[in-house]
């Protein structure tokens, strides 16, 4: 039988700013990969074979902000505006690929959430990664050439240019999705992120391989009431197809 030793990293991310930046439109991504880093080569230093991280532990929860309106059928869901920091989702490849990076590098298998887009095909994105500089401990070259990209997709020209937000995809749903919301919209709206999938992913320790990847399915919003604590509290005239469970 083999024993397989697993790590639970409990983090504290930082979240970016729902304006994009003006500077460094990835600083909290970069921040958080350092804190990856570190707790990467520490679990492996452990004797751990994998280690887990919790969701959004790199981009934050890029799909839901409040705006202070309730959903029509579920009064306990609050609208949200889910477009407010899909710039985040924009280099989910380079961290997919630093994440490989640290898994071949340590030995160590690595599991974790990614928010990427999905049917997404820019045709103006800068291709070298925002990240490379990680690896060698050198300043970020790319930094300004993909915050300049991000602010010309993202911030708007005037403080009343709004659109409606991205939709956050959790599969089967579509209908049940609160998907207005206003943010701020630049320029180059054709380069916009249209939908967005939250990823599981496992990358392999040694060889950085991704062994699993799973899209994330969630309950319709307007069924989530079963899941209080296996007690429906809410009535007939709240989006509940029944009373008790």
Not at 22 to 32: P, R, Y
Request: with cysteine; glycine share 8%; proline share 5%.
């Amino acid at each position: 039988m083999t024993n397989l030793k697993i790590c639970i990293a409990q983090t504290s991310p930082r979240s970016g700013p729902e304006v994009v930046p003006e500077s460094d439109a990835f600083g909290s991504l970069t921040q958080n990969l350092k804190t990856t880093s570190e707790l990467v080569e520490r679990a492996r230093s452990e004797g751990a074979d994998l280690v887990v991280f919790p969701e959004y532990w790199l981009q934050g929860i890029v799909q839901d902000r409040e705006v202070g309106r309730f959903h029509p059928v579920d009064k306990w869901h609050r609208l949200t505006n889910s477009g407010a920091l899909q710039y985040l989702v924009h280099p989910a490849p380079y961290l997919i690929e630093h994440l490989q990076y640290l898994a071949k590098q340590h030995g160590i298998a690595v599991c974790g959430t990614i928010v990427e887009p999905k049917d997404h095909t820019p045709l103006k994105e800068p291709t070298s990664s925002p990240f490379a500089h990680l690896r060698t401990n050198t300043a970020a070259e790319s930094s300004s050439e993909w915050t300049d990209y991000i602010r010309r997709v993202y911030a708007s020209a005037g403080p009343t240019e709004v659109k409606e937000s991205t939709q956050h995809v959790r599969e089967g749903d579509a209908k049940d999705l609160p998907t207005k919301g206003t943010h701020s919209s630049g320029t180059d709206k054709s380069e916009e992120v249209d939908t967005m999938i939250n990823v599981a992913y496992v990358f392999e320790g040694g060889t950085g391989n991704i062994v699993g990847r799973y899209v994330k399915k969630n309950l319709w919003i307007s069924e989530r009431c079963v899941a209080d604590h296996g007690v429906l509290l809410r009535s007939l005239a709240d989006g509940c197809s029944s009373e008790t469970t």
